[in-house]
């Protein structure tokens, strides 16, 4: 046989094995090439039973996503299942890497399924807007019990071997893949054991247990279509009938599969893979092999990027001034993963085992040998020159040394050492342990290695690296300060903040802006105002309302008072009539007459400027696709994934559209509403922000 699928009988056994990678993806190949041997293996008299296993990597990882919103071809994969299924000879999955989506749901076809102590299996359809589209909302529950079923199929979550066994989805764990899997077929045989096929089994529930897990998703499941037609799906299994659950899946796997959510988690799903790509560094690029960090700054943000260091068992050496800044460091950071061991989420031993990773100092003569060095003190350019100065005369000269600046130039801090290749930006984000996006900025003088293990390190902290320009906010925050801009003008014009903070929620980002801001801290944002009003154009539009909510001492939850008021205790925003006070009467020092704004000029106030800001960002090469941006926007800022993120949620409106609206703001609401050119551009040329760079 040619193509992805081959077999060889081992004996008795035909071992047929599904060659694609990268994952063994079930393409038309693999499909039509499994159908074919099953049946020749079948109609073979030398065979007594069969393997199916995946060459290189892994076992099948599922469908082929790429094949998803394109014209099928080759067999069904339901033709393929119920070949193997009511095959008369027994069949075995032989796992190892993962059997994941649809290779999971072969696997639950076969008779049996056997594994290495390292494989995982799962359906994580959710994950992707769609559901498990070939029968495995209708044979997991019948394993597992529909309660497991559930919370593993609207969780997309994996399992490991042994706890898979336990669960009753893996029948036989052994260390060696292929002859393990072969002597497992050969007892099998021997004992004469029936091709069990799970479609027999019973699936029962009480009703009650659907509505009970509707509600425990609901909040993290809150935008999402896919989930709720997961447990859809589920109910229907415990209809009785299999043929009629199965149907059902089919349903609403082709609701689920042709929704605009689908479409953009899909996007997401190959966008957080694409931004590891950087052209001019290629894939070969020599990387650094960091063994040891250092962390310069026991603050928030220093203790958090520890944390992720210690987090992926890397040795990690905070550096402060004295030691009282570094107790206090270390006892935030012995805080957190205390709450963490608190909440059954974390071993004790684990978090004793992190911590003994974390060692202190206040002498840089003990960074001398690390591998790299983040800086995450204050953000005040002139202290951050003078430690990449002082790291420039201490640290070895192959080490990367890193700034975990928010917004300042990282070709300054490059400056003010003797090694600027070596420096580069890692910006984190707020909790730094916790948010999965690192922007890694590249300096004008960053080396391809530079970037490659800035990027390297990223992922090996369990971050998502996207790298950007060294312009003023990067990208993200570039993008954000826009937003937020707008945000205060609608304040002026008519909204009020919990008018503004109900739109952007409802569009599925965690928080609105000015619920965020309170959570956060107003005074950070206040600071940087006065320390830069110098630089504000006078002919730009500025709303002084923030200003004036600080100068009254609130800034948020942490003094009880910001845009809105916190009882004791509570985090609860509630408005407040100070602050709805203060606009008004900042809207008559306008000389502005309020107006009732309506919820979808707010939304796109707010949304259009990230489009905005995006193109212009594209245009000036501060980020190399619009799907960086996209995963900047998801990963960093809560955007819903949902909606692809900011440039795919333009281009599923249509640019045209977009451009329009943004063109009747510049004339009624002012400058900052110039159309960037890009955007203009892709319009003439009938394109979208996906066509760019292409
Ligand atoms: N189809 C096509 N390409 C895939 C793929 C897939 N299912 N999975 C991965 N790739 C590509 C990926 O884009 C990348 O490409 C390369 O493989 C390595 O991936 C009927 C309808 C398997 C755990 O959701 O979770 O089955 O960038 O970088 O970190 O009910 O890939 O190299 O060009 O992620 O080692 C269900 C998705 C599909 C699994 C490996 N299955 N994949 O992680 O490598 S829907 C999934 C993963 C379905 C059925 C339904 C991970 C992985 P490139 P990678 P990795």
């Known amino acids: 046989m040619s193509g992805p699928i081959s077999w060889e009988k081992r004996g008795e056994i035909a071992v047929i094995t599904v060659d694609n990678p990268p994952v063994n993806a079930l393409s038309a190949g693999v499909r039509d090439g499994l159908l074919a041997a099953v049946t020749e293996a079948g109609e073979d008299a030398g065979v007594k039973a069969m393997i199916i296993l995946g060459a290189k990597r892994t076992f099948i990882a599922g469908a082929d996503i790429r094949e998803f919103g394109k014209p099928r071809t080759g067999a069904p994969l339901l033709d393929v299942n119920n070949k193997i299924e009511f095959s008369d000879k027994p069949v075995v999955a032989a796992i190892h890497g993962t059997a994941l989506g649809g290779g999971l749901e072969v696997a639950l076809c076969c008779h049996y399924r056997y594994a290495v102590p390292s494989a995982q299996v799962g359906l994580p359809e959710v994950k992707l807007g769609l559901i498990p589209g070939a029968g495995g909302t209708q044979r997991l529950p019948r394993l597992v019990g529909v309660e497991k079923a559930l919370q593993l199929i609207t969780s997309g979550d994996f399992v490991r071997a042994g706890a898979a066994k336990e669960l009753g989805i893996v029948d036989e764990v052994g260390e060696d893949l292929v002859e393990g899997a072969i002597a497992y077929a050969e007892r099998l045989v021997a004992e004469g054991a029936s091709a069990k096929r799970i479609r027999d089994l019973p699936c029962t529930a009480d009703a009650a247990v659907f509505e009970t897990f509707r509600k425990a998703i609901a909040r993290r499941s809150r935008g999402f279509k896919a989930p709720w037609a997961c447990i859809d799906a589920v109910e229907a299994a415990t209809k009785g009938n299999f043929e009629a659950g199965y149907a059902e899946e089919q349903r609403l796997f082709k609701d689920v599969h042709d929704s605009p959510e689908s479409a953009a988690q899909r996007h997401v799903f190959f966008a957080e893979r694409e931004v590891a790509k950087i052209p001019d560094v290629p894939r070969e690029t020599p990387v650094k092999d960091v063994k040891r960090a250092a962390v310069i700054g026991a603050g928030t943000m220093g203790g958090g ?12 050496v905070i550096l402060e001034l004295d030691q009282a800044a570094l107790d206090r460091g270390l006892a935030i950071v012995r805080g957190n993963y205390q709450a963490t061991v608190d909440k059954g989420r974390l071993a004790q031993a684990r978090m004793d085992e992190r911590m003994a990773l974390i060692s202190t100092t206040t002498d840089y003569a003990d960074i001398a040998d690390v591998d790299i060095v983040i800086e995450a003190v204050f953000e005040e350019m002139e202290i951050k020159k003078q430690i990449f100065a002082k790291l420039s005369e201490v640290v070895n000269r192959d ?7 928010s917004t300042l130039d990282i070709d300054q801090m490059a400056d003010a050492t003797d090694r600027p290749g070596q420096v580069i930006g890692m910006h984190f984000f707020s909790p730094a342990n916790v948010m999965r996006l690192l922007e890694v900025v590249r300096g004008g003088a960053s080396t391809p290695k530079t970037i490659a293990t800035a990027m390297a390190v990223g992922r090996r902290l369990g971050k998502i690296s996207v790298l950007v320009g060294n312009c003023h906010g990067f990208v993200g925050n570039r993008m954000l300060h826009g937003y937020s801009r707008q945000a205060g003008f609608l304040l002026e014009e008519g909204a009020m903040p919990e008018q503004i903070d109900k739109v952007i929620y409802d569009f599925g980002l965690p928080m609105g802006p000015f619920t965020m801001g309170d959570m956060a801290g107003l005074d950070v944002g206040w600071r940087i105002r006065k320390a830069t009003a110098h630089e504000r154009s006078s002919n730009m539009r500025y709303s002084t309302i923030a200003d004036q909510i600080c100068e009254l001492g609130r800034f ?40 009732d704004v309506a919820d979808q000029e707010v939304l796109e106030r707010c949304m259009y400027q990230l489009v905005n800001i995006g193109a212009q960002l594209l245009d000036e090469g501060m980020a190399l696709r619009a799907l960086d941006i996209d995963v900047i926007y998801i990963a960093g800022y809560g955007f819903p994934a949902y909606r692809g993120g900011p440039m795919f ?15 009747r703001f510049h004339e009624e609401v002012g400058e900052e509403w110039r159309p960037a050119p890009l955007l203009e551009r892709l319009v003439a ?3 979208s922000f996906a066509d760019f760079g292409k």
């Not at 990027?305 to 990690?316: K, L, Q, R, S, T």
């Not at 080490?399 to 600046?405: C, I, M, P, Y």
Request: hydrophobic letters at 40%; charged letters at 25%.
């Open 649 to 663: 949620w333009a281009d599923s409106i249509g640019l045209d559209k977009v451009l329009a609206t943004i063109k």
């Open 305 to 316: 990027i520890a944390m992720n260091f210690a987090n992926a068992g890397i040795p990690v």
């Open 685 to 687: 040329e009938g394109k």
């Open 556 to 595: 948020g939850q942490k003094t009880q008072a910001g845009w809105y008021r916190y009882e004791d205790g509570s985090r609860a925003p509630v408005p407040d009539p100070i602050v709805a006070e203060i606009i008004e009467k900042a809207s008559a020092e306008q000389g502005i007459e309020r107006r």
């Open 399 to 405: 080490a990367v040394l890193a700034s975990n600046t």
